[in-house]
């Protein structure tokens, strides 16, 4: 009798030695000739990719494309943003959102390519130690200053369960990731459809209602941005100055280096002002029938909050079709 493999290695596992042989009895030798169910499967590794991160959480303000546009975003929700079409970085949160660097509210917010947000003085002070960049203080991401673009830390409310949430009815096409506000035509005293007036090229201009509820909006006029970013920085200097902070330097390093985007945005006026008379011209507005639609319920304040499709189709019920659903609704 010869012992298998088996019969030594279960016994080692035991930590005793086998004693069948002395049983006259052995396993049978097992068919290999037919798959194991327990083999691993290939599957595709997807690596993490921090602009799908940003794409997915942040809301993009965006130039105007002197060539091309934007409609590739438009239909894909998946492609990524060219970072440097990108004027502005509209972070929404309902907590109080603090730089890692100085624990403080960000005071003119700049915003990194892998989605950390910090105040723009901190980041010069900590890549001017060793220039031309360095890692993120948070991720280790390489950094530069050009790299970092303006950021908005928009501060919205907390609702707990049981409170009201006020709710906007939106519509947006099957083949568009682009998001309309729905307008009762009852309401409309001249008749007249205006809810295509504030897109160009299917991406609503900035600062309008539409913007709210849209990943993308563009701009045109950016000077209300720098502006804001002046009165940040005015403010933060004028108390450094008066408390002798040693942040003062990086503060007017950042103001010097506003003034200069300012002067360049001041001389390209005109030409953006040329290009968004033509690019409205060559906006196509295009009517969509009602089966082509999604109509949905949003939170007013754009928070991804939305209406339980069973109770749109209690609304449904009642008022037979979608362009007759209420525009504003409290749950």
Same mark, same amino acid.
């Given at each position: ?7 030594? &290695? /279960?016994?080692? +596992?035991?930590?005793?030695? %086998? ?13 290999? %000739? !037919?798959? #194991? ?60 959102? &603090? ?58 409310? +907390? !609702? ?10 939106? /519509? ?19 008749? %007249? &459809? &205006? ?21 993308? %909006? ?46 360049? #945005? ?23 029938? #009602? ?39 409290? #749950?």
């Amino acid at each position: 009798y010869e012992q298998s493999y088996d019969d030594f &290695d /279960s016994a080692k +596992k035991k930590g005793a030695v %086998s004693a069948n042989h002395l049983l006259n009895f052995s396993f049978a030798e097992r068919d290999t %000739s !037919f798959p #194991s169910r327990y083999i691993r499967r290939k599957t595709g590794y997807t690596p993490f990719r921090k602009e799908r991160y940003l794409q997915a959480n942040y809301r993009f303000v965006v130039s105007p494309k002197t060539e091309g546009d934007y409609s590739l975003n438009i239909s894909n929700a998946d492609a990524v943003i060219d970072w440097d079409d990108i004027e502005q970085v509209i972070f929404p949160s309902v907590n109080q959102y &603090d730089c890692v660097i100085c624990l403080y509210p960000p005071v003119s917010a700049k915003i990194s390519p892998c989605g950390h947000v910090f105040c723009w003085a901190c980041m010069i002070r900590y890549i001017d130690y060793s220039p031309p960049g360095r890692p993120c203080p948070v991720c280790q991401h390489y950094l530069k200053l050009k790299d970092l673009k303006t950021a908005l830390v928009q501060r919205l409310p +907390k !609702f707990s369960p049981g409170d009201v949430v006020q709710l906007q009815l939106l /519509s947006r096409h099957k083949d568009s990731n682009v998001v309309h506000i729905h307008k009762n035509k009852k309401e409309n005293d001249n008749g %007249s &459809d &205006d809810s295509f007036a504030n897109f160009v090229g299917g991406i609503p201009i900035w600062e309008t209602p539409d913007s709210t509820y849209n990943r993308l %909006s563009i701009v045109y006029d950016n000077q209300a941005i720098l502006q804001r970013q002046f009165s940040e920085l005015k403010e933060a200097i004028a108390l450094a100055t008066s408390a002798q902070e040693d942040s003062l330097p990086f503060l007017e390093k950042a103001w010097n280096t506003l003034q200069e985007k300012y002067l360049k #945005s001041i001389s390209k006026q005109e030409a953006n002002k040329i290009l968004f008379q033509k690019q409205m011209k060559n906006t196509k507005i295009v009517k969509h029938p #009602s089966c082509d639609l999604y109509f949905f319920y949003q939170a007013l304040d754009g928070q991804y909050m939305f209406l339980h499709p069973m109770n749109v189709k209690y609304l449904l019920k009642e008022y037979i079709t979608y362009q007759r659903l209420p525009d504003l609704i409290k #749950s």
